[in-house]
């Protein structure tokens, strides 16, 4: 059974930094494109940034960018997302996704249950 | 970036109904849609992909068609499980984006 678990979520003033954590199990995550999507509260979903297999290739959505860091340990079955210079906009539920196509990305076929990021002081 | 329009935002409909959503994209992408449920406090499921290729374990009450710009997502005889949110999502070309979101209430 795949299953996608994340953690690290928390409260963060603006302008702090946070690390996201997908702990991965039941497929070989070496072989998956991986991506954060995230939910603003009552908003719809947003995907943020993915990454290759092997994590040679990375690739982000604009806000975010220079900001976030998308990472990966394949022999720890993880993916990482390093949040940096946090703004009250970045308050989201993120998931932990993966990508089902071998070549990236998306569609996403499994979610993680998504770890809540508030930015406020 | 790819602009995903969804329509309606919302709706009302009683069990045993036939429930179409559309999904228009601001520039042509194939068939490269994805459609996906999402249920209050969780995370989305995967439904659709291709437009039209159910995933594996999706009730066949749930459809999919288009291509190019213009697609709809169709659930024949709605079940109570199905009320919820559903999304749109092109992978054509990054950023990936998403639609707003039709949410399917009891009427």
């Known amino acids: 059974e795949v299953q996608l678990v994340e953690s690290g979520g928390g409260l963060v003033q603006p302008g702090g930094s946070l690390r996201l954590s997908c702990a991965a199990s039941?497929?070989?995550?070496?072989?998956?494109?991986m991506s954060w999507v995230r939910q603003a509260p009552g908003k719809e979903l947003e995907w943020v940034a993915n990454i290759k297999r092997d994590g040679s290739d990375k690739y982000y959505v604009e806000s975010v960018k220079g900001r976030f860091t998308i990472s990966r340990d394949n022999s720890k079955n993880s993916l990482y997302l390093q949040m940096n210079s946090l703004e009250a906009e970045d308050t989201a539920v993120y998931y932990c996704a993966r990508d089902k196509r071998e070549g990236g990305a998306g569609p996403f076929d499994y979610w993680g249950q998504g770890a809540l990021v508030t930015v406020s002081s | 970036a790819i602009r995903m329009t969804q329509s309606p935002s919302s709706l009302s409909a009683s069990t045993g109904d036939r429930v179409t959503i559309t999904c228009r994209a601001s520039?042509?992408?194939?068939?490269?849609l994805a459609w996906y449920q999402q249920k209050p406090g969780k995370a989305p499921t995967f439904l659709i992909y291709?437009?039209?290729t159910l995933q594996s374990g999706v009730p066949s009450r749930f459809s999919g068609s288009g291509s190019g710009t213009d697609f709809t997502l169709t659930i024949d005889c709605l079940q109570s499980e199905d009320f919820a949110t559903y999304y749109c999502?092109?992978?054509?070309?990054?950023?990936?984006?998403f639609g707003g979101g039709t949410k399917v209430e009891i009427k």
């Open positions: 291709a437009a039209s």
């Open positions: 039941g497929f070989t995550f070496s072989r998956s494109w």
């Open positions: 520039q042509a992408i194939s068939s490269y």
């Open positions: 999502q092109q992978y054509y070309s990054y950023p990936l984006t």
